[in-house]
């Protein structure tokens, strides 16, 4: 057929999708660590951020001053004083025996004491009992090697800035039929004299008798023996006994005489004016021991050469008992040996004063 027309043909379509979107372009392989690190940067950043913050938040919080508060006008009080525990206590004060101390006034002086036997001063009232005493010290004392009561000590302690035993007796002294109360001793050495301060009825010491000690003081401070001059009078005569390492000085017209008697043991030196040596009213004995020596209760302390300090015992006096002869006698010791001095006097006042010179002039060469 001429002149036929074909129907128009639609061109031909490549099978693309319906709805076309332009993509992003896909980022390349070497772009992906770079978003990594900006990642890491972002999170450090943050966390910088965080600590410097709460930093600033702090040192704003310590330079910022708190407000000021409104001031409140106060009553000011001073202190109380510190209470003594021994105030309105009294005080007990002994020249003769060098001391002073403080007791409760509930509390009684029942015995004061000064003689040739005793030097002590009581003390008793509401459950408390306690004394002070004083024994004279001898030659070789030593407080470590001193036994109280027959007690060693138990410990030691300071008092006064020196050393003082402490004697703890928890069933008492027990001496024949029964014991006494607990006692609990404190002894100290002060110039010639041995002080022993004594509490009565207690195992330990309480807090009121550890005050009455820490109130404990000397008085007195220079030394109560008098020194006695140690040189022999003009004009006598000197007397060696070279066997006993001992001169003695008498005066010019007394003679001498030295014996032995090994049985006993002992020496005899006599020393007489007139007449011969059975007539010596002055004999000066030496012993190793204190054997049939009594030193009696009628005592007082003399001083002897080379501060020695001798018992001296005298006889009563005339108008109370009639003697034949009345003599006093010294008794002391020296080195390990015991020497008695006696002095036959019948209350001459001058034969009393030879005997007392005589004896300080004794001079050992040992």
Known sequence: MENQTLPETQPQVENTPLITQELPPQPAP??????????????????????????????????????????????KKLPSPTTDATDGWLTYENS??????????????????????????????????FGVMLREKWDGFELKNYYYMDFNPSKEISLLDQTANIYEMPNGYCDGPGCSDPNIAIVFEHNSDVFH??????????????????????????????????????????????????????PPRWQSSMENFPEIPSTLIRFWEA????????????????????????YTYFEVSDSIQAYRNDPPKMEDKKLDRYQTNFNFERKGKVYSLLCVHNWMEANIKTCESLLQTLEFND
Do not use: C
């Not at 910088?48 to 910022?64: A, H, P």
């Not at 001053?65 to 006008?73: D, E, G, H, I």
């Not at 025996?97 to 009232?125: H, S």
């Open 30 to 75: 070497n772009n992906k660590w770079l978003l990594i690190a900006l990642s890491i940067i972002s999170v450090v950043g943050i966390i910088l951020s965080g600590i410097l913050g709460y930093k600033y938040y702090q040192e704003k919080q310590v330079v910022e001053p708190s407000p000021t508060p409104t001031p409140v006008v106060m009553e």
């Open 275 to 298: 007449e011969g040596p059975e007539n010596a009213t002055i004999q000066l004995n030496i012993k190793d021991n204190w054997d049939n020596i009594g030193i009696g209760s009628n």
């Open 197 to 250: 301060i004594d509490f009565s009825g207690d195992v330990l010491l309480s807090d009121m008798e550890n005050q009455i000690l820490s109130t404990f003081e000397f008085i007195n401070e220079e030394s109560d023996v008098v020194e006695t001059e140690l040189k022999q009078p003009d004009g006598w005569i000197s007397h060696d006994f070279n066997t006993q390492n001992l001169t003695v000085y008498t």
């Open 96 to 129: 003769s025996l060098g001391f002073k101390i403080k007791y409760p006034p509930q509390v009684e002086i029942t015995k004061e004491l000064d003689d040739e036997n005793n030097r002590a001063t009581i003390f008793k009232g509401d459950n408390l009992s």
